[in-house]
Each structure stands twice: as structure tokens, then as C-alpha cells.
């Protein structure tokens, strides 16, 4: 029974399990009871276990696609569906976190190939192109699940699932757990969290022209200029940025082009007010303020 979160130790019986990145065959197993599709659609099917999946489940009709030479050398950015159906199910690489072409299968990296891609933002791109060409081929009402997970470069979070873009109505969206990962085997330092789950979402095509398609713009705005900005705010940023000591005129002289001082002609009295009521800050001498570091409360 498909719930919220879900959680497979075993991966089954089911495709090459010496496949890295191979996910567990009752993900796919899951989906299918529940669904019930009638003509069965696997994208970036690489380790063979969607096909034995549905054969198990009796499909005799569900087609099974990758770039993998093995599996036809179906090229997603490149060619097309072939058929439409009322589920797919894609599992598509995470970026560059295990490489295929030429590591996985083959001995020379495909162009095309995602996990080949030379940036996030390429793959992003081409993880777009290839979803909306699964959308586009979906029958009436049909579904598409896809797994995806997150992943980290160079200390960096990246969520994939909130950077791509998505096409049709979002009907469900599942956590799964991981197992078995290098993450959860290996020991860290530190504020380090590890990476132990994936998503999978569960789009629907509910019309037949219509594309809803929901895109996500990073935008950077100055908190200098917000209206959301209280005046402990502005004076600990100011603080901040003179390195946690200065004077009471420096402060000032970072703060008058604030919006927060723009709209108040007795801004300065403002500015003295808070560096004295919070306890974030407190006083070195007379004019010169820092910024409180441990946090003690004015009254301890």
C-alpha cells in the first residue's frame, strides 16, 4: 500500500542489482498495483528492473527505454516516445553522482547522455526537455512518477526536485528512504546532515492542450531595501558587515540608505534604541557597539 513515505530495505529480485543506482523493484511494483495502468512506459531504464517488474505483474505490452546500447540505445533528448500510455515511471541520473556512459556501460561517454552533463544548469535543462516530452506523450489522464533525489557538490545542497521544472497537475508526492548508500555507511564531522532519501512525484495530465507547468525563478533582493526588515535586523547585518565592532556613526553611515530609515526622519534615535533594548548587542565604550556573539541575555 502506497503511503506518504515508504521505505524499501530490500530491493527485490528484480534487475541487475551490480547496477549502481538501480532502485529497488518495489518502488515500481507500488506504483503499478496501485495504478493499475493499462499500457506501461519506463524512461531511463538502464538496470533492467521496470521490465521484470511488469513482467511479474503480467504486462506483455510495456516498453522499457535507455541510452544503454543493451536496451536499444534510446536517446531521450534526441528521440522520440514511442508510444503514448497512461503511466511512466522515469528514473532519471542525479546529475554527475554516478556516470554511465563509459563507466556504467560502454567505454566512451555519450554526448546526450545526462550524467554526462558539463553543469547543474545543463542538466536541469535537459532533465526539462526530456519531462516535457514525457508529459506531452501521455494519454488523457495518464500519470507520471519520477524518482529523483537530492545531492551536494563542493559542500552545496542541490534539489533537484525543486530546480526542475514541472509539467501537469503535482497529484502526489512520496518519500522514499535509502538504503545502502555511501552516506549512511561513512562517519562526518561537524553540522554535516547526510543525504538518506529520495522523492517521488506523481504528475497527472488532466487536459488534453492545457500544460500547466510550474517553473522556479531564483531572484536575489537586498534585505536594505525590504519592507520586511525590522530595525534589529538592519543594525545586526550592519554590525556583520563592519566585522562585529563600530562606531556608532559607522553604523549609521550603512543604514541611512535603508528603506527602514527612508521611511522613519528619526532613524538614528531608532538605530540607539535598539542597539541598547537588544541583547544582541552591547556596548564597548561610549559610540562604539558590538555585536554579541554568545548571546547572554542584558539582564544575566
Same mark, same amino acid.
Given at each position: 500500500?502506497?503511503?506518504?513515505?515508504?521505505?524499501?530495505?530490500?530491493?527485490?529480485?528484480?534487475?541487475?542489482?551490480?547496477?549502481?543506482?538501480?532502485?529497488?523493484?518495489?518502488?515500481?511494483?507500488?506504483?503499478?498495483?496501485?495504478?493499475?495502468?493499462?499500457?506501461?512506459?519506463?524512461?531511463?531504464?538502464?538496470?533492467?528492473?521496470?521490465?521484470?517488474?511488469?513482467?511479474?505483474?503480467?504486462?506483455?505490452?510495456?516498453?522499457?527505454?535507455?541510452?544503454?546500447?543493451?536496451?536499444?540505445?534510446?536517446?531521450?533528448?534526441?528521440?522520440?516516445?514511442?508510444?503514448?500510455?497512461?503511466?511512466?515511471?522515469?528514473?532519471?541520473?542525479?546529475?554527475?553522482?554516478?556516470?554511465?556512459?563509459?563507466?556504467?556501460?560502454?567505454?566512451?561517454?555519450?554526448?546526450?547522455?545526462?550524467?554526462?552533463?558539463?553543469?547543474?544548469?545543463?542538466?536541469?535543462?535537459?532533465?526539462?526537455?526530456?519531462?516535457?516530452?514525457?508529459?506531452?506523450?501521455?494519454?488523457?489522464?495518464?500519470?507520471?512518477?519520477?524518482?529523483?533525489?537530492?545531492?551536494?557538490?563542493?559542500?552545496?545542497?542541490?534539489?533537484?526536485?525543486?530546480?526542475?521544472?514541472?509539467?501537469?497537475?503535482?497529484?502526489?508526492?512520496?518519500?522514499?528512504?535509502?538504503?545502502?548508500?555511501?552516506?549512511?555507511?561513512?562517519?562526518?564531522?561537524?553540522?554535516?546532515?547526510?543525504?538518506?532519501?529520495?522523492?517521488?512525484?506523481?504528475?497527472?495530465?488532466?487536459?488534453?492542450?492545457?500544460?500547466?507547468?510550474?517553473?522556479?525563478?531564483?531572484?536575489?533582493?537586498?534585505?536594505?531595501?525590504?519592507?520586511? +526588515?525590522?530595525?534589529?535586523?538592519?543594525?545586526?547585518?550592519? +554590525?556583520?558587515?563592519?566585522?562585529?565592532?563600530?562606531?556608532?556613526?559607522?553604523?549609521?553611515?550603512?543604514?541611512?540608505?535603508?528603506?527602514?530609515?527612508?521611511?522613519?526622519?528619526?532613524?538614528?534615535?531608532?538605530?540607539?534604541?535598539?542597539?541598547?533594548?537588544?541583547?544582541?548587542?552591547?556596548?564597548?565604550?561610549?559610540?562604539?557597539?558590538?555585536?554579541?556573539?554568545?548571546?547572554?541575555?542584558?539582564?544575566?
Amino acid at each position: 500500500m502506497l503511503k506518504s513515505i515508504v521505505s524499501y530495505p530490500d530491493r527485490g529480485k528484480w534487475g541487475n542489482n551490480k547496477y549502481r543506482g538501480n532502485c529497488s523493484g518495489y518502488v515500481i511494483l507500488d506504483l503499478l498495483k496501485h495504478f493499475k495502468p493499462k499500457r506501461f512506459l519506463e524512461i531511463f531504464a538502464g538496470g533492467g528492473t521496470g521490465k521484470e517488474v511488469a513482467e511479474d505483474l503480467g504486462y506483455t505490452n510495456s516498453i522499457h527505454l535507455d541510452l544503454r546500447p543493451e536496451l536499444g540505445g534510446w536517446n531521450a533528448l534526441r528521440d522520440e516516445i514511442p508510444t503514448g500510455a497512461d503511466f511512466v515511471f522515469s528514473h532519471p541520473p542525479y546529475h554527475d553522482i554516478i556516470v554511465y556512459s563509459g563507466e556504467q556501460w560502454g567505454t566512451e561517454p555519450h554526448p546526450d547522455d545526462l550524467s554526462r552533463c558539463r553543469s547543474y544548469d545543463e542538466f536541469i535543462k535537459k532533465l526539462d526537455y526530456v519531462n516535457a516530452k514525457i508529459y506531452s506523450s501521455l494519454r488523457h489522464g495518464g500519470r507520471h512518477a519520477i524518482l529523483i533525489g537530492d545531492i551536494r557538490r563542493k559542500g552545496e545542497y542541490f534539489s533537484i526536485m525543486k530546480d526542475m521544472a514541472f509539467f501537469g497537475k503535482l497529484e502526489a508526492h512520496i518519500i522514499k528512504a535509502q538504503h545502502n548508500t555511501w552516506s549512511e555507511r561513512k562517519s562526518y564531522n561537524g553540522d554535516f546532515i547526510p543525504i538518506v532519501h529520495e522523492h517521488i512525484l506523481i504528475f497527472k495530465k488532466n487536459e488534453i492542450w492545457k500544460v500547466p507547468v510550474t517553473i522556479v525563478k531564483k531572484v536575489f533582493r537586498d534585505l536594505r531595501q525590504s519592507d520586511f +526588515l525590522t530595525w534589529r535586523d538592519a543594525t545586526q547585518a550592519a +554590525l556583520e558587515e563592519l566585522g562585529g565592532v563600530a562606531s556608532l556613526q559607522d553604523i549609521y553611515n550603512l543604514l541611512e540608505h535603508t528603506e527602514k530609515a527612508r521611511k522613519n526622519k528619526h532613524w538614528k534615535e531608532k538605530v540607539r534604541q535598539t542597539l541598547q533594548i537588544y541583547s544582541d548587542f552591547y556596548s564597548i565604550k561610549r559610540g562604539v557597539w558590538a555585536l554579541n556573539k554568545e548571546m547572554h541575555s542584558k539582564t544575566a
